[in-house]
T-cell receptor, first 113, second 110 residues
Framework: KQEVTQIPAALSVPEGENLVLNCSFT??????LQWFRQDPGKGLTSLLL?????REQTSGRLNASLDKSSGRSTLYIAASQPGDSATYLC????????????FGEGTQLTVNP | NAGVTQTPKFRILKIGQSMTLQCTQD?????MYWYRQDPGMGLKLIYY???????DKGEVPNGYNVSRSTTEDFPLRLELAAPSQTSVYFC?????????FGQGTRLTVV
């Protein structure tokens, strides 16, 4: 059974800092990996999707990497801003499960002005 | 663009009552999903559907039922609500890979 772990559970940083969020998964036979952002009381917003054949994806100040063989992904946020404060969720789908996702518990990020 | 729409946004239910959480999508996606999120936790899959007329259980299906009569709609039925079903429920749709989520329904069972 696939298990997804995110470290740290919570992170507080000053504005402007570069930071890394970590995600690990137990079964390397994944189809893709998605990073989501969740604001309090809101739904999930997809940030980046990495196919299993890819090593990284970039969108603006966000960069996500994938090392399938070691079961790890990182989300790098450059020059953090208070508006980046949210919970970041990592989720993976299996080779035969399409977009049926297994989620980690998330990292709650606070960026202080 | 409406995307995935869930109703209601909030609901308080008494133990033993039943209700249906509505989900509709306007992106013509074949795949639809119901997840629940307990406080401080990730999302867990309840049920999913790969197309109209086809549904299957996810990780935590007990106490729930679904139907998929059209591509657009995927309602989730709670029968005999229990306090353990207090949670936030998310519906999602997908063309196959990337998933798109609704805003959630916050349900409290008292």
């Amino acid at each position: 059974k696939q298990e997804v772990t995110q470290i740290p559970a919570a992170l507080s940083v000053p504005e402007g800092e570069n930071l890394v969020l970590n995600c690990s998964f137990t079964d390397s036979a994944i189809y893709n990996l998605q990073w989501f952002r969740q604001d309090p009381g809101k739904g999930l917003t997809s940030l980046l999707l990495i196919q299993s054949s890819q090593r990284e994806q970039t969108s603006g100040r966000l960069n996500a990497s994938l090392d399938k063989s070691s079961g790890r992904s990182t989300l790098y946020i450059a020059a953090s801003q208070p508006g980046d404060s949210a919970t970041y969720l990592c989720a993976v789908s299996g080779v035969t499960s399409g977009s049926r996702l297994t989620f980690g518990e998330g990292t709650q990020l606070t960026v202080n002005p | 663009n409406a995307g995935v729409t869930q109703t209601p946004k909030f609901r308080i239910l008494k133990i033993g009552q039943s209700m249906t959480l509505q989900c509709t999508q306007d992106m013509n996606h074949n795949y639809m999903y119901w997840y629940r999120q307990d406080p401080g936790m990730g999302l867990k899959l309840i049920y999913y559907s790969v197309g109209a007329g086809i549904t299957d259980k996810g990780e935590v299906p007990n106490g729930y039922n679904v139907s998929r009569s059209t591509t657009e709609d995927f309602p989730l039925r709670l029968e005999l609500a229990a306090p353990s079903q207090t949670s936030v429920y998310f519906c999602a749709s997908s063309p196959y890979t990337e998933a798109f989520f609704g805003q959630g329904t916050r349900l409290t069972v008292v």
